[in-house]
């Protein structure tokens, strides 16, 4: 089964021809960083509208590089959360225009799901070249999800059977990575600015605190952001707000 996959829950417009939960026909991306750099985070209006531009183009190139048509695919997949609404909102309209107008099955995606799943795909077209899996994981397995709004500790026991360990009390990580980027002064997105700048940081130079919470398997991150807030109000001696 040929799937095409739409993506735009939050910043990035994506399409993908899939067959069999395996293999990756084409991956068209097209990123929004550069448009919200300037504001040190994601806009919501400004990602909605940006998703209206491109959707059309990146579901048709998708096709484009998979050589395929509209005859070759035999469902849509699409993301319907969680995300920004607005961003959501032009995802899943494209796909149900585009089930009824060429009369394919439409599939709803939770989108942190698919982050699991997307380790399944372990094939790609010749085109392509992805770093996959070699092989595709096996059950029992417990996935680790840190992305964008989402910091979680899933098991999973089966397709579909899968239980919640534990997840952030607080921020996610993502958030505190670019909330401490831009206190520090470093470009969005903060992970990759962070991670360059520790390279010739000193790790012993700050005595941050580490969360102690009731379940081991939660997570909690605004005490360190705050922690990283202080130190830097401390060493430059001028208040900082956002």
Not at 26 to 51: C, K, L, W
Request: charged share 20%.
């Amino acid at each position: 089964m040929k799937i095409l996959a739409i993506e735009s829950s939050c910043d990035e417009t994506a399409a993908a021809v899939v067959e069999d939960g395996r293999k990756l026909h084409s991956n068209v991306i097209v990123s929004q960083i550069d448009i919200h750099a300037m504001y040190g985070g994601v806009v919501p209006e400004v990602a909605a509208r940006s998703h209206i531009e491109v959707i059309n183009p990146v579901i048709n190139q998708a096709l484009t590089d998979a050589t395929m048509t509209w005859d070759d695919i035999d469902a849509i997949a699409v993301t319907y959360a969680p995300g920004l609404i607005g961003s959501l909102l032009v995802g899943t309209l494209a796909a149900r225009t585009l089930a009824v107008i060429h009369s394919k099955p439409l599939h709803p995606i939770h989108h942190v799901e698919a982050h699991v799943y997307a380790n399944f795909i372990t094939e790609q077209a010749d085109s392509l070249s992805l770093t996959l899996p070699s092989a595709q994981p096996e059950f029992p397995m417990l996935a680790l999800i840190v992305s964008g709004g989402h910091s979680q500790l899933v098991l999973f026991r089966d397709h579909g059977d899968y239980e919640l360990l534990g997840q952030t009390q607080d921020d996610a990580v993502g958030e505190a990575f670019d909330k401490v980027a831009k206190i520090l002064g470093l470009p969005y997105p903060g992970g990759p600015s962070i991670t360059k700048a520790a390279l010739d940081g000193d790790a012993f130079k700050y005595k941050l605190p580490k969360a102690k919470l009731a379940d081991p398997y939660n997570f909690s991150f605004s005490g360190l952001k705050t922690a990283v807030l202080r130190a830097v109000q401390h060493d430059v001696g001028v208040d900082f707000t956002f």
